[in-house]
């Protein structure tokens, strides 16, 4: 029940002022609430996540427009510094989160899935301190089909001058970043963020152009029925992976479900808990998900909901990145799922040294 002294100074009913109160939690005034700060350092924060808000906005509007647009979709006939062919959006994407970067004062760097090697802000342009490390769009292979795809971010702070450009600053483990989250261009488009004070879910309103919120302080649950894993490479995993799958085929209670992108099958599992995987395979045992712009910012974000992320050995969050570009082994989602998992790497290993 509404108290009423709180709404005393509106004219309107309780439950619309409510509606107009929740419409004005606004993603920036929500990161001022968060840390409950006004300070530069808090501003800062706060426009760096204003920016992120622009970056996904101009994304979803492309996104929802590109099948009509004569040169949006497709390939590009590049191949990336991944080995992988790069879509057209790939690219839009990337150069969106560099032109609303650019001249925003709150950067030094942007390092993505796209580039390979950071692109630093140019003399003639304000420089901050941040450093934006992004996939610019997860999951490129649904976007020729119209299925959900993502952007995954993660927020670091410049340490040292990087005088020679190597960015060896950034090859630190996860638990230096200072925010990440991610952006779902779904039926609706979603910004979920965490900087550290729980994990916050927004929904983009577009008649208002605004990020309104929608969850707070995200809990995932400790167990859940969802293992979202790719089971077409059944045949390329190390026998404790096919353990897994076959307890789970074997046993009541599991769903599968795989969307082909990370940030739609790892949302569905914020919210209704169970196990995202992506093993290593003999071939490629560090698996193909990319530490620095995929896993460490999901694990950053997935710890703060009171989840687990591991490379089936280790903490994502404890990995420290040789190069930009690393990949690891990832295992992410709620506590229990994640430790079943683990599980069967422990007993595989138990058994190959007997
Ligand atoms: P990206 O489109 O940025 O390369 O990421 C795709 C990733 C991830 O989003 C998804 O979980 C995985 O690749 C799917 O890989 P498979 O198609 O090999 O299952
Ligand atoms: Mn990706
Ligand atoms: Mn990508």
């Given at each position: 029940m509404l108290n009423t002294q709180t709404w005393e100074?509106?004219?309107?009913h309780p439950e619309e002022a409510q509606a107009l109160d929740r419409d004005c939690t606004t993603l920036s005034r929500h990161v001022l609430q968060q840390l409950n700060s006004f300070s530069p350092d808090a501003q800062d924060i706060s426009a760096l996540m204003s920016r992120i808000a622009l970056a996904g906005k101009l994304i979803a509007r492309r996104l929802t427009r590109a099948g009509l647009l004569e040169d949006a979709l497709g390939f590009t006939g590049t191949v990336n510094v991944q080995g992988e062919s790069v879509k057209k959006m790939d690219i839009y994407s990337n150069d969106v989160f560099i032109s609303v970067f650019k001249q925003s004062g709150l950067v030094c760097r942007l390092a993505s899935e796209e580039m390979e090697k950071p692109y630093y802000i140019p003399e003639n342009c304000p420089v901050g301190r941040y450093t934006l490390l992004y996939d610019p769009l997860d999951g490129s292979s649904n976007l020729d089909t119209n299925l959900n795809v993502g952007s995954i971010f993660s927020i670091r702070q410049q340490e040292g001058n990087d005088e020679d450009e190597s960015a060896q600053d950034l090859l630190q483990n996860g638990r230096k970043q200072i925010g990440a989250g991610y952006i779902l261009y779904g039926p609706s488009t979603m910004l979920v963020y965490s900087i550290g004070t729980g994990v916050h879910a927004f929904t983009l309103d577009p008649s208002l152009g605004e990020f309104i919120q929608a969850n707070e302080n995200i809990k995932i649950p400790e167990h859940g029925p969802i293992y979202s894993v790719n089971e077409g490479n059944f045949w390329q995993w190390d026998e404790s992976m096919r353990d897994y799958i076959r307890y789970v085929h074997r046993h009541e209670g599991y769903t599968a479900r795989y969307g082909g992108a990370l940030v739609g099958d790892l949302h569905r599992i914020l919210y209704q808990g169970g196990v995202f995987l992506y093993p290593g395979t003999v071939k490629k045992p560090e698996g193909k998900l990319r530490l620095l712009y995929e896993s460490a910012p999901m694990a950053y974000l997935i710890e703060q909901a009171g989840g687990r992320a591991s490379t089936g050995t280790e903490e994502i969050l404890d990995v420290v990145a040789e190069k930009l570009h690393q990949r690891t082994p990832l295992i992410i989602g709620s506590k229990e799922d994640v430790a079943l998992v683990e599980s069967f790497i422990k007993e595989q290993k138990r058994i190959s040294q007997v």
């Open positions: 100074h509106f004219q309107i």
